[in-house]
């Protein structure tokens, strides 16, 4: 099974509302990476969090990591039509390039 | 910049026909890498090239061969096509630090139907 998963799979929000998802991982990591895929595109990189940080954050973008949990989070917030859009984590083992992808949040903000 | 670019953007092959992916990227990144989307799915990682003149398989190799061609060149293909290799292919870049792989650049994929 993949490394990542992500919850919820899917959110639907009203514009404004802030916007939550998370992403579990299994093996020690040198930092955990949020995407952005927007239909039919190709991945963005958003923000990148290292190992030994708790909290990064990137104009409406909050990340947290806790790697007791092997978990981080991604908040945006005041969301936008425009966020409407898949969100993935994605780690690798220390010391590899074997990239792992979550399965990804799919978020609509509606106007 | 045009970063990373992939042809073809579209292609539509017959069971058992070869095909080659292409992709090029223009910020003298080290390492380079080809995934898969499925629907619904995230990227599953087929192979990479942590440097030119290196690479290994990742998470779904079989089916597929690789060709570092240079620093800016990476290819991925597929010697006899199968309908289960229908998928989004996507190529990345990126570079290495001294704590740990940085954000990868992506291009805008190949959709692939294997008929």
């Known amino acids: 099974s993949q490394q990542g998963e992500e919850d919820p799979q899917a959110l639907s929000i009203q514009e404004g509302e802030n916007a939550t998802m998370n992403c579990s991982y299994k093996?020690?990591?040198?930092?955990l990476q949020w995407y952005r895929q927007n239909s039919g595109r190709g991945l963005v990189h958003l923000i990148l969090?290292?190992?030994?940080?708790r909290e990064k954050h990137s104009g409406r973008l909050r990340v947290t990591l806790d790697t007791s949990k092997k978990s981080s989070s991604l908040l945006i917030t005041a969301s936008r039509a425009a966020d409407t859009a898949s969100y993935f984590c994605?780690?690798?083992?220390?010391?590899?390039?074997?990239?792992?992808f979550g399965t990804g949040t799919r978020l609509k903000v509606l106007a | 910049n045009a970063g990373v670019t992939q042809t073809p953007k579209f292609q539509v092959l017959k069971t058992g026909q070869s095909m080659t992916l292409q992709c090029a990227q223009d910020m003298n990144h080290n390492s380079m890498y080809w995934y898969r989307q499925d629907p619904g799915m995230g990227l599953r990682l087929i192979y990479y090239?942590?440097?030119?003149?290196?690479?290994d398989k990742g998470e779904v190799p079989n089916g597929y061969n690789v060709s570092r061609l240079n620093k800016r060149e990476f290819s991925l293909r597929l010697e006899s096509a199968a309908p289960s290799q229908t998928s989004v292919y996507f190529c990345a870049s990126n570079d290495r630090d001294s704590i740990g792989n940085q954000p990868q650049h992506f291009g805008d994929g190949t959709r692939l139907s294997i008929l």
């Open positions: 994605a780690t690798a083992p220390s010391g590899t390039y074997k990239y792992i």
């Open positions: 090239s942590a440097s030119e003149g290196t690479t």
């Open positions: 969090i290292r190992s030994n940080e």
């Open positions: 093996t020690s990591i040198n930092n």
